[in-house]
């Protein structure tokens, strides 16, 4: 059954106040329920969202039970007919048993190593006890828990704390999908915050005993996350603690349960010798992204699931901004752009499309996706530029003020633009309805009097459901570069409402070279005539770190994809590559980004953009000559680049360090490729970092001599599941494409595979679907692998298959040998017996495509 953003429909009653009661046992939880209800208007049936794992103990209205008549379960819900509730104010108390050890989909209340903890985002509250589990439906909480466990936390401040039983209570109005209990033998690292208007706040990251070490830097992120939302948008935090807990069992990254986060270990513990610097970098920006759902998402929620972007999408926008602050703001945006190449564009364009804000969805946990969430901030981003930051700020300063304590729309955010700013959003809001990446075409006139002419198009593919594609106003940052090399005019936003549209720069002396979509100033795919000489002469000189590294890449591209379909090409590339490399006064990091060639994945989706059926093993064979060639064009500089950004002394996850390791990395990646691997091994034996090692230990198995290493890492911290999924998730990405899916298939085979477990499961499967041509491989032991597992987990974790079926995304756009392989594997999966909801949607809007 199909929701609809269109029947949405205020709840008929009022939640005044949640009493939860909870008796903890592993495989017999008792939930007594306390509800606090009032008719809306008229006393109408009484629907309660329960899942079938609940049973039911006992139902009482007002102290007495009802008329059994009166009660009845239909699917996931609970009814109680209107006959039989007063038409003013009573109480519903409900009992459940449910049974936490049987939970293996994590979500509601589950066990993991041994700890009681919850995730009920987006609708996992329903299989803890009958509720109206919808965003909407928003009240203080006072929940209280008995167990045998040491440490036992809930939502809000603490009331009562003693030997097996503790109290909580929440004043701030909340749905159910915040809430969160945890129940466990856990140790905290501490610390306090004092916010701007003075409260002081208690602080604590809890973790397993053992593991106390790895938390430093998560605190450390909590507090510059805290400090940062007051000085940046003037938020603080509202209550008396603030809690983290790291849980080994997690579907997703993290979550903003009020007071209470929880996250994926892996985005808590850190420790040089098992984190790498893109984890530390990850962990500081989770952190602060659950901290401020704190005001974007908890203070000010979403009226419904169709909303979603309205709190993820902002507050990605933040976390990012935060992270920019935090480190180098261009290398922040360079990345943020390739990821959501990766993985949005690539969405965008295949079956799974949809618009930022969907209008209608059978299983809300499909949409927790790049288009909802990065799709989302690049909207805010473009508002921004538009509006200004003035605007900005005013309108967020009004958003705040206006809806707190709301369940809010898109709508009402537009409104808060339009009424702090003046601007009329009625065309800006089809970025948020309509899916798809546009295609801006770009070409120039140059009249020889001074005068240069920008001509604009735009067009839109069509997506599932959604043929029309009217124009949207796109933010379009131009500056331009004079022959000598020197910006002749500061960046200028063009503002592009129509199909067509040109736009006339006066009063230059000779014709400039134009650098265009400057920061990725609207997530479009530009396409513009160039020559590769033009494009090198933007690599030497764009102003714009942005579109500087973007000619680079385009020059990348250009000659991937000619020499992916048996063209000749790259010489430009070769030479202007080598010129930035030398640059020492270019950033590191900012050289690393241009040294590392796109991934097999982005030359396909490029390919399949201009209309090409994408080769996987041209594309393998492609890149692989080309980075061949710079490392002999430049082995001499790329040697010496190596030892230069040598990082002395201890390790620090800061930015200018990890840059240097990454450039480090980029000129290892390159010589390997022509030292057989002999720097990559004297590095994984000595590196005293994980960022080293890792990047080390790639290295060493695409050089097909990887064995020594493994083993090595494997005894080192065989006992440590985050450094052996990194174990389990590099072997099938490294591994020599025809290779692949048999080194996952033996990998699979292990005890310590533990395939229940999210992040292991992620490690591998996810492992073989980064490998590009391994996955895709032409006799379809890549596909089969994939979905054999993905039906496996499909029983036990419904949200980790669904999630991992995206590796199937892109089917339609490969050779008809492929598609058949492919779609026989989706139809595998379609017929499997008992298929759950989360599955059923993702193959069937997957197959449709084909
Ligand atoms: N709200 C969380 C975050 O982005 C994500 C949790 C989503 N969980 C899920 N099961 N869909 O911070
Ligand atoms: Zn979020």
Not at 102 to 116: D, H, K, P, Q, V
Not at 497 to 522: H, I, N, W
Not at 686 to 696: C, I, L, S, V
Request: aromatic fraction near 8%; hydrophobic fraction near 40%; charged fraction near 25%.
């Amino acid at each position: 059954d199909r929701r609809f953003l269109a029947d949405y429909r205020p709840y008929p009653f009022i939640l005044e106040q949640t009493g939860l009661s909870f008796d903890l046992a592993p495989d017999a939880t008792r939930v007594k329920a306390d509800l606090a209800l009032k008719p809306r208007g008229t006393v109408e049936d009484l629907e309660l969202d329960g899942g079938k794992d609940l049973r039911l103990m006992s139902i009482l209205i007002d102290g007495t039970a009802p008329d059994p008549d009166h009660v009845r379960r239909d699917g996931e819900c609970l009814i109680i007919a209107a006959a039989a509730l007063p038409d003013g104010p009573f109480t519903l108390t409900t009992e459940v048993e449910i049974d936490p050890s049987a939970n293996t989909a994590f979500e509601g209340l589950y066990i993991s190593g041994g700890m009681f903890c919850t995730q009920c985002e987006a609708e996992g509250f329903r299989h803890i006890t009958f509720y109206p589990d919808r965003p909407d439906v928003m009240a203080p909480f006072h929940v209280t828990i008995r167990s045998d466990q040491p440490v036992l936390l809930s939502n809000g401040n603490p009331v009562r704390q003693e030997e097996g039983l503790a109290e909580w209570h929440d004043p701030w109005p909340k749905p159910a999908y915040l809430f969160a209990l945890v129940a466990g033998d856990l140790v905290a690292i501490s610390d306090r915050f004092t916010t701007k208007s003075g409260r002081d706040v208690a602080l604590n990251v809890w973790v397993r005993p053992g593991d106390e070490d790895r938390a430093g830097f998560a605190m450390e992120s909590l507090i510059k996350s805290m400090k940062w939302d007051e000085d940046v948008y003037g938020r603080e935090y509202d209550l008396d603690v603030f809690n983290i807990v790291a849980v080994d069992d997690f579907n997703m990254g993290a979550m903003e349960n009020k007071g209470l986060n929880i996250f994926n270990s892996k985005l808590v513990l850190a420790s040089p010798e098992t984190a790498t610097d893109a984890d530390y970098e990850r962990i500081e920006g989770v952190i602060a992204h659950e901290y401020f759902h704190n005001w974007t998402g908890n203070r000010i929620t979403c009226r419904d699931w169709f909303q979603l972007c309205l709190k993820e999408g902002l507050t990605v926008f933040r976390d990012q901004q935060f992270t920019s602050d935090m480190r180098s703001a261009p290398v922040k945006r360079i990345g943020d752009v390739q990821a959501l190449r990766a993985r949005q564009f690539r969405e965008d364009q295949g079956p799974l499309a949809h618009p930022v804000r969907p209008e209608e969805y059978e299983e809300i946990n499909n949409f927790y996706t790049a288009t909802v969430y990065e799709k989302g901030a690049e909207v805010i981003g473009m508002l921004r530029r538009l509006v200004g930051d003035d605007g900005y700020a005013k309108a967020l300063d009004l958003y705040f003020e206006r809806h707190d304590g709301d369940a809010a729309t898109i709508e009402d955010w537009l409104k808060v633009f339009e009424d702090a700013t003046g601007r009329d959003l009625t065309q800006f809001k089809r970025w948020y309805t309509d899916a798809g990446t546009p295609h801006l075409k770009m070409t120039e006139e140059w009249s020889g009097e001074g005068r240069l002419v920008l001509n604009f198009s735009q067009h839109t593919p069509p997506t599932p459901g959604q043929d029309e594609k009217p124009p949207r106003v796109i933010p379009i940052a131009v500056g331009l570069i004079g022959p000598n090399g020197d910006e002749v005019a500061a960046t200028r936003m063009l503002e592009m409402t129509k199909a067509e549209q040109s736009f006339t720069f006066d009063d230059l002396g000779a014709r400039p070279v134009v650098s265009a979509l400057r920061g990725f100033s609207a997530p479009v795919i530009l396409e513009r005539q160039i020559d590769n000489a033009t494009r090198a002469f933007l690599l030497a000189h764009d102003t714009d770190p942005f579109a500087r590294w973007e000619a680079g890449r385009d020059l990348a591209l250009s000659a991937l994809t000619a020499l992916a379909q048996g063209q000749e090409g790259g010489g430009e590339y070769v030479d202007a590559i080598g010129q930035l490399a030398a640059d020492a006064s270019a950033d590191p990091a900012f050289r690393a980004l241009c040294l590392n060639l796109p991934g097999e994945e982005e030359i396909a989706t490029r390919l399949s953009a201009s209309g090409i059926t994408p080769d996987p093993d041209a594309i393998h064979t492609a890149r692989n000559g080309l980075a061949r060639r710079v490392a002999e064009a430049h082995a001499d500089l790329l040697s010496s680049l190596y030892d230069e950004m040598t990082v002395p002394g201890p390790y620090s996850p800061d930015a200018e360090a990890a840059a240097r390791r990454a450039l480090r990395i980029a000129a290892l990646g390159l010589l390997n490729r022509i030292d057989r691997g002999d720097r990559a091994e004297v590095l994984f034996g000595t590196a005293g970092n994980m960022t080293e090692r890792m990047a080390a230990l790639t290295c060493l198995i695409r050089r097909g001599r990887g064995q020594a290493a493994l083993q090595a890492l494997h005894q080192q911290f065989g006992d440590n599941r985050l450094v052996m999924d990194k174990w389990f998730a590099v072997q099938p990405m490294a591994a020599p494409p025809e290779q692949a899916a048999e080194v996952a298939r033996r990998l699979s085979g292990r005890k310590d595979f533990d395939w229940k477990n999210p992040n292991r499961f992620r490690s591998l499967l996810g492992g073989l679907a980064a490998n590009h041509a391994g996955f895709h491989a032409p006799d379809g032991a890549g596909y089969d692998f994939t979905a054999d597992w993905l039906m496996k987990m499909d029983a036990v974790n419904p949200q980790i298959a669904a999630r991992l079926s995206t590796a199937f995304e892109t089917w339609p756009r490969y050779d008809a040998g492929r598609r058949a392989k492919a779609r026989a594997a989706l139809e595998r999966m379609a017929a499997m017996e008992g298929i759950s909801r989360n599955m059923r949607e993702m193959v069937s809007r997957m197959i449709a495509a084909g």
